[in-house]
């Protein structure tokens, strides 16, 4: 047979099987989420044991800076305070009753989070109460664009990703096919929430004009990763080439023509014709990008230069004209190979 309790050992589980019993008699959440902007509730409810338990007034207090402040009162023989309220109606009681000092917060802010105590004023056993822990979470706004850049042999952002004032800091990642890399930075914005923005960085080709790259944002308020795609623009002078011209432009023939075919970023917006001896012949008709001879003569017998613009640079190229004296057609190929069949 063990040895007897102590009466020390008997006030002790005395004690706590008491300490149990009061504080079951205060229902609440021990953490509650809300979101900036939006309403939250703080459940707390008072559930007597017995008809001896007397409720005298409802008390709830936040801690800040170390220490309790109250931010709402019940008493029934008053209208109910809110001590910190800055804007009417942002706290308020459920319902105004002894036995339930469920309480409501909105349009929430950052400032409220933290933990809530919630007291009930009781006779005989004096103030029991329960504590919450309130999480407050701000939904980011993201977005995600090209970083209009000119085409180089330095690494340069192409890309930028922003989650906007997001709680807690948003995660960004991106998905390329392109050999680039990623930095990332934070800002605590004054109401508490962070702002997280991210580069993406490579060194910009031509190439890489058009391509797609796709910002990634994770947070704890989106059921699922938001995707942003971007398409780049790397800006670059423009690439021209003349066409239209097959080798056999004959004396009098009609209805030659020339086109200037330029690509660049932004596309060009000016096309200058010439020749490599200066102005044009009279003979030529220039339409924008295209260069018209309406009869071939001697004088087209030169070599034509096309220029073209666009805010990037200036890029011309030549294209060397030889007039013959007759029409080299398929007819004459053909019957010079048969004499030699």
């Known amino acids: 047979m063990g040895a007897p309790w102590s009466s020390c050992a008997f006030a002790s589980l005395l004690f706590c099987l008491l300490s149990a019993a009061i504080t079951q008699r205060v229902k609440v959440l021990d953490e509650v989420t809300g979101y900036l902007g939006q309403e939250v509730t703080l459940p707390c409810t008072f559930v007597p044991t017995g008809n ?10 936040q801690e800040a800076a170390g220490r ?19 804007e009417r109606g942002r706290l308020r009681f459920k319902t105004q009753t002894l036995e339930d000092a469920t309480l409501i917060i909105g349009p ?10 919630c007291e009930f004023a009781t006779y ?8 919450t822990n309130l999480v407050v979470l701000a939904k980011p706004t993201n977005t995600a664009e090209a970083q209009e850049v000119k085409a180089s042999n330095l690494e340069l952002p192409v890309a930028v990703c922003i989650s906007n004032r997001g709680k807690p800091p948003a995660r960004i990642t991106w998905q390329s096919g392109l050999n680039g890399n990623a930095t990332v ?11 997280v923005t991210s580069y993406y960085r490579m060194v910009p080709t031509k190439e890489a004009n058009g391509q797609r790259i796709t910002c990634i944002v994770e947070h704890k308020t989106q059921p699922q990763p938001e995707a942003l795609p971007v398409v780049l623009s790397i800006l670059y002078p423009p690439e021209v080439t003349i066409e239209g011209y097959d080798d056999n432009w004959y004396l009098s023939r009609n209805e030659a023509m020339l086109k ?22 009279k003979t030529v008709e220039v339409q924008g990008d295209i260069l018209l001879v309406r009869n071939v003569d001697a004088s087209v017998n030169t070599t034509f230069r096309c220029q073209a613009t666009n805010r990037v640079g200036q890029v011309s190229t030549d294209q060397p004209i ?3 004296g007759e029409y080299r057609g398929e007819s004459m190929v053909l019957s010079v190979c048969g004499a030699f069949g």
């Not at 001896?52 to 207090?61: A, D, G, L, Y």
């Not at 309790?68 to 800055?86: G, R």
């Not at 005989?124 to 504590?131: A, F, Q, R, T, Y």
């Not at 930075?185 to 702002?195: I, K, Q």
């Open 108 to 117: 929430l802010r950052m400032a409220d989070e933290g933990t809530y105590f």
């Open 185 to 195: 930075s934070e800002v605590t914005n004054a109401d508490g929430t962070v702002t």
């Open 124 to 131: 005989p056993s004096g103030n029991e109460g329960g504590i």
């Open 260 to 281: 200037c075919t330029a690509k660049g970023n932004p596309p060009p917006t000016e096309f200058i014709w010439s020749t490599a001896n200066g102005p044009l012949p």
């Open 322 to 324: 030889y007039v013959r």
């Open 52 to 61: 001896e338990i007397k409720v005298s007034q409802v008390t709830w207090m």
């Open 68 to 86: 309790k402040q109250n931010v709402a009162v019940f008493h029934p023989d008053h209208e109910p305070s809110y001590p910190l309220e800055t």
